[in-house]
């Protein structure tokens, strides 16, 4: 983060302290205020990509010429992050399910965080009549493939799951399910084929991955971000399991509605 200074406006504007829209916009100023911006602006905090944006944008007079060099910054920011991604730390992986009604419309989400920072979210597996236990499940199973491919990476990794469902299928009952054939006294195996992936994949990963239960709605920002997904799953009707390609505003994504 940056505190905005005198020195730091002075490398955005001219002599005549002339700013652009664009530069307003980043400091978070209206356009109304415009003639008092400066003091508006100075001991305000801007993220290292808003103050390197104002000052790269200091003397650009057109609006087009302004949004090429926005778009063009945007990308290097991108190519940086993949650039620096860590390949050893620890990652931490929240996974969440949810349905609306249940049964009903039910999506999936994933938030992973890389050394105590957020790094990519993950939604999907939208069904239109599912269940709160098939949303988990799948939500878990798409968790513990990210937490596969981390920990052959070395990361050390943590699975965090609010459904203590989930987490008995596969580290519990399952146990003597298969010993059954894959049967339980009083009736069917509901989710069988789910279960039976997660299961095996959990028990090829169980000693390089801890998978934790973590309660839900109880503040916890991994958790959270991972429930919004799920809504955000069932708005976009999304059945593949992909990334969340908008820009990372977590205040904006916790707005969203909670499943």
Known sequence: MQIVTEALLDLGVDEDKNINESQLILLGINEN????????????????????????????????????????YKALQKFRKEESTPQSGDVTIYCDGGCTPNPGKAGSGVA??????????????YEPMGTNNTAELG????????????A???????VKCDSMYSINCITKWAIGWEKKGWSKKGGEIKNLDII????????????????????????FEGNELADRMTMYAIVKKSESFVK????INVAEILKMRAG
Do not use: C, P
Request: net charge positive.
């Open 152 to 158: 052959k990476n070395g990361n050390s990794v943590t």
């Open 244 to 247: 969340y390609s908008q820009e």
């Open 33 to 72: 205020d415009k003639s008092d911006w400066m003091a508006l602006a100075l001991g305000k905090q801007l993220s290292d990509a808003r103050a390197e944006l104002f000052v790269l944008l200091s003397n650009i007079k057109t609006k087009k010429a302004r949004e090429t060099i926005i778009v063009n």
């Open 196 to 219: 039976k992936l997660a299961y095996a994949l959990y028990n090829s990963i169980k000693r390089d991955v801890e998978l934790t239960h973590i309660k839900a709605h109880a503040g």
């Open 112 to 125: 992973i965080y890389k050394n105590d920072k957020l790094f990519e979210l993950w939604y999907g597996l």
């Open 139 to 150: 939500a878990l199973y798409e968790a513990l493939q990210i937490a596969q491919k981390e």
